[in-house]
Nanobody, 127 residues
């Protein structure tokens, strides 16, 4: 079992930056792939980024629209994943969710690839 709690969501101006955190409790965080998804009201859940466990390859993947602006990372000693979001745009406004799955495979950008989810944190990009 893995419990995930997101934090760091806030109101930020266009061009600004935020860092989201995903604090995990449970066993073997280091063996879990971690991903960030986002969802606006009435819209589908979208994958933003994922990072593989180091038991896999430690590889990362990003949604095209955030490449070069967002960076996913993890600190296994702190059982925490992060999403650094720079140069934010109004279209980044969403509820952001952290997800996890224990696997040795490279991380997935599909919702079905995860079985642990946090409760979400709101990010609003507006002037």
């Amino acid at each position: 079992q893995l419990q995930l709690v997101e934090s760091g969501g806030d109101l930020v101006q266009p061009g600004g930056a935020l860092r989201l955190s995903c604090a995990a409790s449970g066993l073997f965080f280091r063996l879990h792939n971690i991903a960030w998804f986002r969802q606006a009201p009435g819209k589908e859940l979208q994958a933003v980024s994922c990072i593989s466990s180091y038991g896999g390859s430690g590889s990362t993947n990003y949604k095209d629209s955030v490449k070069g602006r967002f960076t996913i990372s993890r600190d296994n000693a702190k059982n925490t994943g992060y999403l650094q979001m720079n140069d934010q745009k109004p279209e980044d406004t969403d509820v952001y969710y952290c997800a996890g799955v224990r696997t040795g495979l490279d991380c997935s950008m599909r919702r079905s690839g995860y079985n642990y989810w946090g409760q979400g944190t709101q990010v609003t990009v507006s002037s």
